[in-house]
């Protein structure tokens, strides 16, 4: 199958600052990526729609300004969470779409202190 | 949107029991995926099945998109398997988001 790879795989960081989350599709070109996010003992969250070329779609409680995404090329989409907060600390992970399916990362586990 | 309900919630199998997970959905779907997200948080693709019925190992899946619910079979489990098992369906011509159930918690035990 696909694979999607996702950097980093865990990062610590200090309240106020950014941190930037990688998601590239490895083996395929992407023009649709998704990112979501997950709790502890949850399902998936959905939070937004990473599409080539043009801005992202974020769902419903999903601050934009907070939480930037950019797909600039066809096997990368970035996720940059500004001026993180404790309360930002989660799994965070993404998907690409494939013809038919969609492929998931590794994930990035973000504790901010 | 479409509601995705997984049962049961948790699971407890001794090693080599057989195993079935339910998904029932609310609408109408194109796109039905299986997902085993293991310890790590890793997820890892089991089927692409929005109708019919495949087969990989010890795994297969029945999806009968006709009664809006999908069966995924595990047998001869082994501790491997255990993490949680997820279904995940999209719906709508135009839109390519998957909706996700809560998933079913499986652990295997020697």
């Known amino acids: 199958g696909a694979v999607v790879s996702q950097h980093p795989s865990w990062v610590i960081c200090k309240s106020g600052t950014s941190v930037k989350i990688e998601c590239r599709s490895l083996?395929?070109?992407?023009?649709?990526m998704f990112w979501y996010r997950q709790f502890p003992k949850q399902s998936l969250m959905l939070m937004a729609t990473?599409?080539?070329?043009?801005?992202?779609?974020?769902e419903q409680g999903v601050e934009k300004d907070k939480f930037l995404i950019n797909h600039a090329s066809l096997t990368l989409s970035t996720l940059t969470v500004t001026s993180a907060h404790p309360e930002d600390s989660s799994f965070y992970i993404c998907?690409?779409?494939?013809?038919?399916?969609?492929?998931f990362g590794p994930g990035t586990r973000l504790t901010v202190t | 949107g479409i509601q995705v309900e997984q049962s049961p919630p948790d699971l407890i199998l001794q090693e080599g029991a057989n195993s079935t997970l339910r998904c029932n959905f609310s609408d109408s779907v194109n796109n039905l995926q299986w997902f085993h997200q293991n310890p790590w948080g890793q997820l890892i693709n089991l089927f692409y099945i929005p109708s019919g019925t495949k087969q990989n190992g010890r795994l297969s899946a029945t999806t009968v998109a006709t009664e809006r619910y999908s069966l995924l079979y595990i047998s001869s489990s082994q501790t491997t398997d255990s993490g949680v098992y997820f279904c995940a369906v999209r719906s709508g011509a135009g839109s390519y988001q998957l909706t996700f159930g809560k998933g079913t918690k499986l652990s295997v035990i020697p």
């Open positions: 990473s599409n080539e070329g043009s801005k992202a779609t974020y």
């Open positions: 998907s690409a779409r494939a013809p038919h399916e969609q492929y």
């Open positions: 083996d395929f070109q992407a023009t649709t």
